[in-house]
């Protein structure tokens, strides 16, 4: 099975920027479709970004367009998200997400494996 390790999540203020890292370990096709949800206290589990091992163009949520900006380093079977612009709406537990399903984003039940989530905080 595939295990997925987030790292690079911490407190930055409003403006700042932040890199979460996650690596997959575990020879399978299962991360075809690698990315980010994010869930703060009170809300649902959303998908802010995903990138494939192919040429599929990456996805991005409506709200972090412009500001976020997601890679993937297939050598290291490791995706990256680098967030700039940060605003105190982005706080939340970021997870790491991978799956078959090009629509991985779309809601947990299109994510096959998930990792144990680093926590966001952005001060106004």
């Known amino acids: 099975q595939v295990q997925l390790v987030e790292s690079g999540g911490g407190s930055v203020q409003a403006g700042g920027s932040l890199r979460l890292s996650c690596t997959a370990s575990?020879?399978?096709?299962?991360?075809?479709?690698m990315g980010w949800f994010r869930q703060a206290p009170g809300k649902e589990r959303e998908g802010v970004a995903a990138a494939y091992s192919g040429g599929r163009t990456p996805y991005y949520a409506e709200s972090v367009k412009g500001r976020f900006a997601i890679s993937r380093d297939n050598a290291k079977n490791t995706v990256y998200l680098q967030m700039n612009s940060l605003k105190s709406e982005d706080t939340a537990m970021y997870y790491c997400?991978?799956?078959?399903?090009?629509?991985?984003?779309?809601?947990?039940?299109?994510?096959?494996?998930w990792g144990q989530g680093t926590q966001v905080t952005v001060s106004s």
């Open positions: 575990g020879n399978t096709y299962s991360y075809y479709c």
């Open positions: 997400a991978a799956g078959s399903r090009y629509d991985c984003y779309s809601g947990p039940a299109n994510v096959g494996y």
